[in-house]
């Protein structure tokens, strides 16, 4: 586009320097809703730039949001193209059914979890096999069963390259002694374990060692 349609298009200010505002605006954990949607809204030519930044981050942070994301993506199935990081953090005891979810994020690579795994059932840490596309898994301020049972998680994930621990605790310990896990054992080939802090309790020794593996 020459300068001067550029400038017809979006008023005084070139477009090239619009859309630098829309991306600044949607970097950082947090965009900033309010511009990017007024973009979206009152610029033709910032639409899509705009509403990528808008949904390359899904938070859902209960049933009702989860509701309601399902209820677009299965009107608008398009908008799940531009997902890339996906965080999940419902309230403390509500079940989100992760299952439902497969088919709406096919380009998204990061996942972060807190979850109540309790609310469960024992063999569903199969479900996470229908991520494809998820590289980083973080798993946050949650209770796991034992070592088991976040290896089958990690298993899970075809694509996995990345695992973040934070504040995990393990409801028991592990069969296998932590002396005798290896990295060959918990993680699959080309997986690195990272940012895992020091948590309380006998199974300490295993979630220092876990942070210092990297394959």
Same mark, same amino acid.
């Given at each position: 586009?020459?300068?001067?349609?550029?400038?017809? $298009?979006?008023?005084?200010?070139?477009?090239?320097?619009? &859309?630098?505002?829309?991306? =600044?605006?949607? %970097?950082?954990?947090?965009?900033?809703?309010?511009? /990017?949607?007024?973009?979206?809204?009152?610029?033709?030519?910032?639409?899509?730039?705009?509403?990528?930044?808008?949904?390359?981050?899904? $938070?859902?942070?209960?049933?009702?949001?989860?509701?309601?994301?399902?209820?677009?993506?299965?009107?608008?199935?398009?908008?799940?193209?531009?997902?890339? %990081?996906?965080?999940?953090?419902?309230?403390?005891?509500?079940?989100?059914? =992760?299952?439902?979810?497969?088919?709406? /994020?096919?380009?998204?690579?990061?996942?972060? /979890?807190?979850?109540?795994?309790?609310?469960?059932?024992?063999?569903?840490?199969?479900?996470?096999?229908?991520?494809?596309?998820?590289?980083?898994?973080?798993?946050?301020?949650?209770?796991?069963?034992?070592?088991?049972?976040?290896?089958?998680?990690?298993?899970?994930?075809?694509?996995?390259?990345?695992?973040?621990?934070?504040?995990?605790?393990?409801?028991?310990?592990?069969? %296998?002694?932590?002396?005798?896990?290896?990295?060959?054992?918990?993680?699959? %080939?080309? $997986?690195?374990?990272?940012?895992?802090?020091?948590?309380?309790?006998?199974?300490?020794?295993?979630?220092?060692?876990? &942070?210092?593996?990297?394959?």
């Amino acid at each position: 586009m020459v300068a001067g349609m550029t400038t017809a $298009v979006t008023g005084r200010l070139p477009l090239e320097v619009l &859309e630098r505002v829309a991306d =600044l605006a949607g %970097e950082g954990s947090i965009p900033d809703y309010s511009t /990017l949607r007024s973009m979206a809204l009152t610029c033709r030519a910032l639409k899509h730039r705009s509403q990528f930044h808008l949904l390359r981050h899904l $938070v859902l942070k209960g049933a009702v949001h989860f509701q309601k994301f399902l209820t677009v993506a299965r009107r608008y199935p398009m908008i799940t193209h531009w997902i890339r %990081e996906v965080t999940i953090c419902p309230l403390e005891g509500e079940y989100i059914p =992760l299952s439902l979810l497969q088919n709406y /994020l096919p380009r998204a690579a990061t996942m972060r /979890l807190t979850i109540s795994l309790e609310l469960y059932p024992p063999g569903y840490a199969a479900v996470f096999a229908g991520f494809r596309s998820i590289r980083h898994l973080q798993l946050k301020n949650m209770n796991i069963e034992d070592g088991t049972h976040l290896r089958r998680i990690v298993r899970s994930l075809p694509q996995l390259t990345r695992l973040s621990l934070i504040g995990i605790r393990f409801n028991s310990i592990c069969r %296998e002694q932590p002396t005798c896990i290896t990295k060959q054992r918990w993680l699959p %080939e080309g $997986v690195t374990a990272v940012g895992v802090q020091s948590p309380q309790g006998p199974i300490r020794a295993f979630m220092i060692e876990l &942070e210092t593996w990297s394959i």
